[in-house]
């Protein structure tokens, strides 16, 4: 239970971990992946994948069984030990469609009332919490188990065994670790996992200046697994496009964000590989992942999936809808028909042509966002500062604008009406840590700002970024 400790502690040990010397951040790190790697690649978890590789060509009818059996586990147990469901009664489930009994659940409610969704049949000493974000601003504190992760992990497996990559497989990632001091200058900007055989790489040191040494680093290690974030992995494709390289790796996989064909295109012309994707969430109710035949399935023994449509009905296949789950993994937090803010629709047409009957969906996440440009050439991608916003709780929305070459505005929506006494007292005190921590990142070149707004810059067909860059490039 030490890695929990960890994970459930890691704000505090940030400042400890940025004071020490680069050798002793790759022992740490080093360190904390071994206690990863006793759940990533525990006897259970490589358990699980062989069975997850043994009913990946179920029959249709065998998917369905699986399903409806995971839903009545779920519901039992969420009927007799979470707060939340207590008042339902345990209805019958013939079928799937009978989940239609429970009322859809919407965020916000998970929000205010999260500790009203705790499993009693979890002990709190047991429980790891993540949070999770979006574009919201307002911060969901999901608890799950040392079991989830090793589910979760295992199917991240199974998806590499797709890509033809074997467990253990080196790899570079950059996703949202704070690997590196935001103040740092000069190289390195990555530190190494020894227990994984992998190496981390800042996504906060972004910029042209910085460009050659990034694409340095990756030519000597050419040929590895790239995993990351699409925008920031975006960028490294412009650096390395715009001066005519192209770096070979293994295979990309991409994961957090909403992966555009154009940006794909761009990826595998700089990386030279294909780009598998994922969509996945940390309520941990449901996964989506890219086979290699470029389809993306839905994985039916994590979560079961509803699309409706604005009256709550299932949208017919080839219409978009939004995203209602019920996760089958999380017994610490277990979530019935959950609505999670993202859209999509059943693909159709016929089989895959992997041979898998996995159900096809296309996500067409409404979440977009520019790049943050610094007078000193720092990038930084809507994911680099999401990270700011995931202990927030007393917002609606945060948005982060760029208005000036060198100042930035953090624009916040209160969840109350701005005035009110327990705005004041609430997003205000957020609002202030957002932009304390986003002047430490960005440091003395740009001026940081706030606003409370009553509603957030919304851009054509409803979308909210969550960096809005207004300064011409």
Known sequence: MLEPLVRNNLPRL??????????????????????????????????????????????????????????????????????????????TIRNV??????????RETVLHNQVHFLSRAVPP??????GTTGTTGASLRVAYT????????????????????????????????????????????????????????SIFHLSEKTAPDYLGFLWKHAGKVLEGFPSVLGILADFALDRGMQIPMSVVFTSGEPLYPSLRAKIEQAFQARVFDTYGMTEYCGLIQECERGEMHLAPEYGFLEILDERGEPAAPGTEGDFVWT?????????IRYRIGDRGRWQAGGPCPCGRSFPLVVPTI???????????????????????????????????????????VVRAVPRTAPGTAQNNGGAMAEVLRIRTSLEHLLGPCMQVITDLASEPIARRGGKIPLIVNEVPQ
């Open 327 to 335: 996760g089958f993994l999380n017994e610490a937090m277990p979530l």
């Open 97 to 106: 469609e009978d989940l239609r009994q429970f009322p859809v659940l919407d």
């Open 125 to 130: 000493r047991q429980r790891i919490r993540a």
């Open 146 to 201: 040392e079991k989830l992760a090793r589910a979760n992990w295992a199917f991240l497996l199974r998806q590499w065994a797709w890509a033809g990559v074997e467990p253990r497989h080196p790899r570079i990632t950059l996703q949202g670790a704070r690997v590196v001091p935001a103040s740092r200058t000069d190289p390195p900007f990555w530190t190494y996992n020894a227990a994984e055989r992998q190496i981390l790489m």
């Open 14 to 91: 940030q400042g400890l971990y940025d004071r020490v010397p680069a050798p002793a951040r790759d022992l740490l790190v080093s360190a904390r992946g071994w206690l990863l790697t006793q759940i990533r690649y525990s006897a259970e978890t490589l358990a699980m994948l062989r069975a997850l590789r043994a009913g990946e060509f179920w029959s249709a009818e065998q998917i369905y069984l699986y399903q409806l059996g995971a839903l009545r586990r779920t519901l039992d147990l969420a009927v007799r030990t979470v707060p939340h469901y207590a008042g339902y009664s345990c209805a």
């Open 366 to 408: 409404t979440r977009e966002s520019d790049i943050l440009r610094c007078p000193d050439g720092r990038l930084f991608s809507p994911r680099a500062l999401n990270q700011l916003l995931k202990q927030s709780v007393s917002l609606r929305f945060c948005q982060f604008v760029h208005d000036r070459p060198d100042r930035v």
